[in-house]
């Protein structure tokens, strides 16, 4: 009996944990833009005539 009921816990956990971090993934991906990626990682502007269809602007 001792070890279903460990086994429900440490089950139980591994699914909090996953279900934690699909929530931070998708947080993430849906916050991500390109505006971000110039300023903090490639530390540049796209010219203007850049190809921006809007699909990574992300939620705001």
């Given at each position: ?10 089950l ?49």
């Amino acid at each position: 009996m001792n070890e279903a009921a460990y086994l429900v816990i440490w089950l139980i956990g591994l699914f909090a944990l996953v279900i934690v971090v699909s929530v931070c993934v998708v947080k993430l991906i849906v916050h991500d833009s390109t505006a971000y990626d110039e300023k903090f990682l490639w530390m540049r502007r796209l010219p203007p005539d850049a190809a921006d269809d809007g699909k990574n602007r992300g939620g705001h």
